[in-house]
C-alpha cells in the first residue's frame, strides 16, 4: 500500500483508532463517502491502538528516518488523543492532523487535495538549505553546512529528493570529518586539541562525536 502510495505521489490518510469498538471496527471507515477516497485520492492505513510509549533506541545519526514504517508510528507521530488523523504526504510526512472526532470525506478531500501544495513548499525550504550546505562545504565550512543541514534534519522529512540529497551530503562531511579526525588524533598538539574541541560542538549527536571523544581522549594521555 505505501510503495502504491508512494509511486503514484499519493497522500496517506494515517488512522490511529482509540479504544472503543466502533473506532476498532472495520465499519469506521467503510462509508461509501470515505471508500471513494480511498485508492483515488490518498490511501487509508490504519495503525493499530497501542499505548506503548516507550522511548525510541538511541540512534547515533542525526539523519532522520520513516515514522510510517517505525516499529512505533504511535510513538513517532506523538499521537495523544483519540480518533486522530494525519494527512501525510506518499512518504508518510505529515502535513496536517485532526484530532479528537472522525471527519467528514468532504473536509478530508479538501485536505488531500491541499498535500501537493504543501510538499512543494517544503521541498523549497529544503532545497534552500541544501543550496547553503552545499555552498559552505565548497568552502570547507563544515560548521556553516552542519547548521544548514540540521535545519533541514530537525522536521523529520523523509523521501524528499532535497532531503535525500541534503542526506548525501551529510555522509560525504561525516566521512571527510572522520579523516581529519585521524589526522588531528596522530597530530596531538594544542592545536589539534582546539580543533577536535571546536568539531565536537559541529558534530554534537553525530555519529563522529564518538571518533571525536576518543580522539581527544588520546591527546589527553599523551
Known amino acids: 500500500m505505501l510503495e502504491n502510495a508512494a509511486a503514484g505521489k499519493q497522500a496517506l490518510l494515517i488512522f ?21 477516497l ?12 497501542t ?21 512505533n508510528p504511535t510513538r513517532d507521530y506523538n499521537v495523544k488523543a483519540y480518533p486522530t ?17 472522525k471527519p467528514l470525506a468532504k473536509e478530508l478531500e479538501d485536505y488531500f487535495n491541499k498535500v501537493s501544495s504543501k510538499v512543494e513548499d517544503t521541498q523549497k525550504k529544503l532545497q534552500k538549505n541544501l543550496d547553503e550546505a552545499k555552498k559552505a562545504w565548497e568552502s570547507k565550512d563544515a560548521a ?4 544548514a543541514i540540521r ?5 523529520g522529512v523523509v523521501g524528499l529528493d532535497a532531503q535525500n540529497e541534503t542526506i548525501r551530503v551529510y555522509h560525504e562531511i561525516v566521512e571527510s570529518t572522520r579523516s581529519e579526525i585521524s589526522t588531528l ?5 594544542a592545536d589539534a586539541v582546539k580543533k577536535l574541541k571546536a568539531m565536537k560542538a559541529t558534530f554534537k549527536g553525530t555519529e563522529v562525536e564518538k571518533n571525536i571523544d576518543e580522539a581527544l581522549k588520546a591527546s589527553a594521555a599523551k
Do not use: H
Request: with cysteine; proline share 5%; glycine share 10%.
Open 16 to 36: 490511529f483508532p482509540g479504544e472503543s469498538e466502533e473506532q476498532q471496527g472495520d465499519g469506521y471507515l467503510a462509508g461509501k463517502d470515505y471508500k471513494d
Open 38 to 49: 480511498d485508492g483515488r485520492l490518498a490511501q487509508f492505513v490504519r495503525v493499530p491502538y
Open 51 to 71: 499505548t506503548d510509549r516507550e522511548a525510541a533506541p538511541c540512534a547515533d545519526s542525526i539523519v532522520p528516518t520513516s515514522k510510517i514504517l517505525s516499529d
Open 85 to 101: 488523523f494525519i494527512i501525510a504526504d506518499s512518504y508518510g510526512n505529515e502535513v496536517f492532523r485532526l484530532s479528537g472526532k
Open 144 to 147: 556553516k553546512a552542519m547548521k
Open 151 to 155: 535545519t533541514n534534519f530537525k522536521d
Open 185 to 189: 588524533a596522530a597530530d596531538g598538539s
